[in-house]
């Protein structure tokens, strides 16, 4: 009997592939632009001034890698800084020049920008401090490979035996609650400072050992076993930090403390992305947007028989989730139908290149704790259950991130949101992403939720509910990030605000108020999502609604344009140049109040 044994079947391959005919090319869009069009776009004549700068400031940041936290970091950028600052002002820069303005506003208030946040940290590493009364000892240790100065081993090895000892001794204050004489309590917030600016010396330190033990024997001989005191002392302390101040308990989950930047900071930031609005006029903004979506809700909800009980209405629509494994199809049906749905009505360019380059991947258990929910870009990262998790966090995954949640989360995400955003960055004045702000960013996803809306994209009412829960979800996010920033919001009120006025199950609520607080955003992103939408709206009625330009032409022009503060965004499209002495003055909303 014949045996297909591999080599057969090659055979056989082989034989059919020669007398058959060649497979026929996939017929897909060509992914090579139209290069004259693509050679005869102007960019701004300051880019290569902006690039130097991000280049230059680079370097410096890399620099002091090795000196994290540290002053003498803060004063050579501080200066660096202010030196770029002057320079500037004296650049001259033509009246006409709409986008060599706008860039020489943007790169100044950049540069002004950054050094507040130097002033800033200077401000929050004292209120730190007394944690830390052993910071300016790792340091000096730090400084010797920095500034690469001699190495003595046994004189380093006495400096590594006084640290472990004065961090034992500031363990023992810590643990009997003794602080210095007219140190306040410290706090959660103080201790999870603390703890980050400890965890990036332990690293730096450890870093700095490396660097010697390998190649100088007498530093190993001398060093080796003090520095492991040490490093170990430097681990308890880090261990007694988080139990006792932060109160995160060995192997518990991490809990949400953030740390406010009060109305000062917020004053700064929102100067910085160019609102001329208080704290106080968004929060009343957030407010009448809830309101509206609650509005909607309930006629979505009569229409599924729940009468004006939309709470009821979003029960039923968490229960319309995919099978467990089942999420990716749903992605890609989603992710179909609003590539279909823009490029049917013209809305904006999508470069063919851009449909076929982005990829899917699912978030790990680990990674649903503090991201619940879709990531996106070139990568659309997937929130779906994971055989890791307890029965209750399954269900919780499967009923946040059920169909018709999705289906304003993967055009979010995919396109026309971020991954289109992200293909043009990289194609279009790429050196205004020095410039990124989550105004921009966020703001322009989440604009195309309320165009979609607009234009019919939910086709029944649970797609209505599902694209209201996000709307709702976005105006709930300015008011708890503003509220927790000016001191007027516990994090644990900012959950219960999520679960009670939008709906959220609480594990993904807990994980939201997490990841806004954790320190990986920074304070106006939650705020910025619904904000920047609003302001892409605003400016959406004044040019396509009153006429002066088409859907596409408006959506192109934003994409070429690069990111930036979107007051900027309507300077470029009206074509007035900034001046000298330019400040935000566009109020998009009107007077909320």
Not at 287 to 297: D, H, I, V, Y
Not at 369 to 393: K, N, Q
């Amino acid at each position: 009997m014949y045996r297909h044994t591999p080599f057969a079947l090659a055979l056989a391959t082989l034989a059919a592939t020669a007398s058959a005919p060649a497979p026929a090319a996939p017929q897909s869009p060509s992914a090579v632009p139209d290069l004259a069009e693509v050679a005869a776009f102007e960019t701004s004549r300051l880019a290569v001034l902006v690039n130097r700068f991000a280049s230059d400031f680079g370097a410096l940041e890399r620099k002091w890698r090795d000196m994290p936290h540290s002053a003498e970091r803060r004063e050579q950028i501080d200066e660096f800084l202010a030196g770029w600052a002057v320079a500037l002002e004296g650049l001259e820069v033509a009246p006409d020049d709409l986008e060599g303005r706008v860039d020489h506003l943007l790169l100044a208030s950049e540069i002004g920008y950054r050094r507040e946040l130097l002033a800033r940290e200077a401000r929050m590493l004292t209120e730190a401090a007394s944690l830390l009364p052993f910071a300016r000892d790792i340091l000096d240790l730090l400084a010797i490979r920095h500034f690469m100065k001699p190495v003595d081993g046994m004189e380093i090895a006495g400096s590594l035996a006084a640290l472990a000892g004065a961090v034992e001794g500031a363990e023992e204050a810590l643990r009997s609650g003794a602080g210095g004489e007219g140190q306040p309590t410290p706090t959660p917030i103080t201790g999870l400072r603390a703890l980050g600016i400890l965890s990036s010396y332990r690293s730096a330190l450890a870093a700095w050992y490396r660097h010697y033990a390998g190649y100088d024997p007498l530093f190993a001989w001398w060093a080796k076993k003090p520095y492991e005191e040490a490093y170990g002392a430097l681990g308890s302390y880090l261990s007694t930090l988080r139990t006792q101040v932060v109160g995160w308990p060995e192997g518990g989950e991490e809990p949400v403390v953030g740390d406010p930047i009060g109305a000062s900071g917020l004053a700064a930031d929102l100067a910085r992305e160019m609102i001329p609005y208080a704290p106080e006029e968004l929060i009343a903004i957030a407010n009448q947007e809830l309101a509206w979506c609650e509005e909607r809700m309930a006629e979505a909800s009569a229409e599924l028989g729940f009468g004006r009980d939309w709470r009821a209405a979003l029960e039923h629509v968490k229960g319309l989730h995919a099978d467990p494994g089942g999420q990716p199809e749903v992605v890609m049906r989603l992710a179909r139908e609003a590539l279909e749905f823009v490029e049917a009505r013209e809305l904006v360019t999508v470069p063919p290149l851009a449909k076929e380059v982005w990829r899917l991947e699912m978030l790990s258990a680990e990674r649903q704790r503090v991201a619940p929910f879709f990531l996106g870009g070139e990568v659309i990262r997937v929130a779906f259950p994971t055989d890791e998790m307890t029965h209750d966090e399954k269900r919780m995954s499967m009923r946040g991130n059920n169909v018709h949640f999705s289906r304003a989360t993967v055009h979010h995400e995919l396109i026309p949101g971020h991954h289109l955003q992200g293909f043009m960055n990289e194609r279009y004045n790429p050196h205004r992403r020095l410039f990124r702000t989550p105004f921009w960013t966020e703001g322009w996803a989440l604009y195309w939720e309320m165009r979609l809306w607009e234009l019919g994209f939910p086709t029944t009412p649970e797609d209505r509910v599902g694209m209201l829960f996000w709307r709702m979800h976005r105006a709930a996010r300015i008011i708890f990030s503003l509220s927790f920033h000016l001191g007027r919001m516990t994090p644990d009120e900012a959950i219960a605000l999520l679960v009670d006025q939008v709906g959220h199950e609480p594990a993904n609520a807990t994980a939201e108020v997490r990841r806004s607080f954790n320190g990986t955003y920074p304070p106006l992103y939650q705020a910025a999502y619904m904000l920047g939408g609003l302001q892409i709206r605003s400016l959406h009625e004044q040019l396509v609604v009153g006429g002066r330009m088409s859907e596409r032409e408006f959506h192109d022009a934003i994409l070429q344009g690069g990111t930036m503060p979107i007051e900027m965004v309507r300077a470029r499209l009206l074509g007035e140049a900034p001046g000298r002495d330019f400040r935000a003055s566009w109020r998009f909303y009107g007077d909320p109040m």
